[in-house]
């Protein structure tokens, strides 16, 4: 009997199924990657977008409540309360890129800090341990706060020029904010016709008071309300008009604006106002994104060319502002 064996013959995959299912494994893999990139991107500008939001809302937060507690008495006294003009020294970040609207100004107000207990200024705790040694009055609640922005390296102590040639300096735009205590208010600042040329020998110290990082321009714009007409005989109506005055000018002319309000008048502008109330202030800021951050490191180093300011402002910044009803003065 003869016996016959059927051997099966196995068969691989061919030239051109390999190369099908490559091609299909690649568009799989290029499509996970796309989707992963896109992810990344996506992630990368929430981020950002959280982060530069974040430092917006902590300075516009802390400007609005000190303005919010604004303090001025009104009538015949010629005291000014209020000065906010464009900050003189000119401030020049990394080959010459300039902080292009950076307002400086310095107000009265009731500081949610000024209580030394309750901060972590060495020279406010000084200053109130002092008064209470030698059975002083902390003389009121109202203390002078003044605001700044600088080009900085604030952990080395440097200025921005002088980071330029620092060894691991780190200089960033940056607002800085300063409560003056109420016993030194009282006694150099309240009831000054100069506020401004008065609070100098403070703004000697505004680089110890760092407030908020990557702030790259500040601007206030007041509404001013005043009378139009005198005072009706009979019925004592009086008429107002309002007028709005950007401290910087916002609409590239470079006009500068200084502000300053006083007892009996405010001025603006270069006009005088008499009898005239602040009724409220449009703060706005500009805040770096940390990819602007880091181009502003590369430009430093040298490592980058500045870019044209208009370009560099549009792409790596966003901007933020907030209205605030003044308190109206008794």
């Known amino acids: ?39 990344l991107d996506l992630w990368g500008k929430v981020r950002e977008d959280v982060s530069t939001t974040t430092s917006s809302r902590f300075a516009l937060e802390t400007i609005s409540h000190d303005l919010e507690s604004f303090q001025m008495r009104a009538g015949s006294n010629k005291y000014q309360w209020l000065e906010a003009e464009a900050d003189k020294k000119r401030i ?21 800090d000024r209580n030394p207990s309750v901060s972590s200024d060495v020279r406010l ?40 040639t620092g060894e691991g300096a780190f200089p960033l735009f940056s607002l800085y904010r300063q409560v003056v205590s109420p016993h030194d208010t009282y006694q150099d600042l309240l009831g000054t016709e ?38 009706d005989a009979k019925s004592g109506y009086v008429s107002y008009d309002t007028v709005t005055v950007p401290v910087i000018s916002t609409r590239g002319e470079g006009d500068v604006q200084r502000v300053g309000i006083y007892g009996d008048r405010v001025v ?10 602040i009724v409220s202030a449009n703060i706005s800021i500009t805040v770096l994104t940390e990819e602007g951050v880091q181009l502003v490191e590369q430009i430093r180093r040298g490592r980058r060319r500045a870019p044209d300011p208009a370009d560099f402002i549009a792409r790596y910044t966003r901007s933020f502002s907030r209205v605030v009803t003044v308190p109206q003065p008794l």
Request: some cysteine.
């Open 1 to 39: 009997m003869k016996y016959t064996f059927h051997t099966a013959r196995r068969r691989g995959f061919t030239l051109i199924e390999l190369m099908v299912a490559l091609a299909v494994t690649a568009l799989l893999v290029f499509g996970i990657m796309q989707m992963t990139i896109q992810g």
């Open 194 to 231: 100069d506020l401004g040329s008065a609070y100098k020998k403070y703004a000697v110290h505004d680089e110890e008071h760092f407030l908020c990082a990557n702030v790259l321009e500040m601007n206030m714009i007041f509404t001013i309300q005043y009378p139009s007409s005198k005072a």
């Open 125 to 164: 705790r000084r200053n109130y341990r002092n008064a209470r040694s030698q059975n002083e009055d902390t003389l009121g609640d109202v203390s002078a706060v003044g605001y700044r922005l600088m080009y900085r390296d604030e952990i080395l102590n440097l200025s921005g020029s002088d980071a330029d």
């Open 92 to 112: 020049k970040g990394p080959r010459g890129m300039q902080i292009p609207r950076s307002v400086q100004c310095v107000f009265f107000a009731c500081a949610p």
């Open 268 to 277: 603006a502008g270069g006009k005088t106002y008499r009898n005239a109330r």
